[in-house]
């Protein structure tokens, strides 16, 4: 071959090992940017790594029953959205002490109907959706 055949057939093997280092990066890349960032390990199962699932804190005191209220319970129980018993309303509460306090509170952790487990306050514990459910009962009697 004379020197420019020689000089393309080296330039195009260098464009194709290019490309093909090129797309191997790109993949890499993108397999970089798409891996998990996690696993989710749940306390009392078997986790698969020496990782132990993290205790779930919550960040300063509780918050009162008006507070829970106020900041999560009130978009549907001040407004009766999707049929949720409004706070002060006496009649609309009646039949749902009929169930007791436990039922009521469990309904709120749980989820019921329309409501979805822990209302719209995912990070409230317990004890505040029970506090939050006592609010509104006080309330509405």
Not at 25 to 31: F, G, L, M, V
Not at 78 to 84: R, S
Not at 100 to 127: E, F, Q, Y
Request: hydrophobic share 40%; aromatic share 4%; net charge negative.
């Amino acid at each position: 071959m004379n020197k420019l055949m020689r000089t393309l057939a080296v330039f195009g093997l260098g464009a194709v090992l290019a490309g093909s280092v090129q797309a191997a990066t790109d993949e890499d890349a993108i397999r970089d940017r798409i891996k998990p960032i996690g696993d989710v390990c749940v306390e009392g199962q078997e986790c698969g790594s020496s990782a132990a699932a993290a205790p779930v804190e919550t960040a300063g005191a509780a918050k009162s029953g008006k507070d829970v209220y106020s900041s999560s319970c009130f978009a549907c129980h001040g407004t009766g959205a999707a049929g949720a018993p409004m706070l002060g309303n006496a009649g609309q509460w009646e039949p749902r002490l009929a169930q007791g306090m436990d039922s009521l509170v469990a309904n709120a952790i749980n989820g019921v109907r329309a409501m979805p487990p822990r209302g719209t306050c995912a990070t409230c514990s317990d004890d505040e959706l029970k506090a939050a459910v006592e609010y509104m009962v006080e309330g509405s009697k």
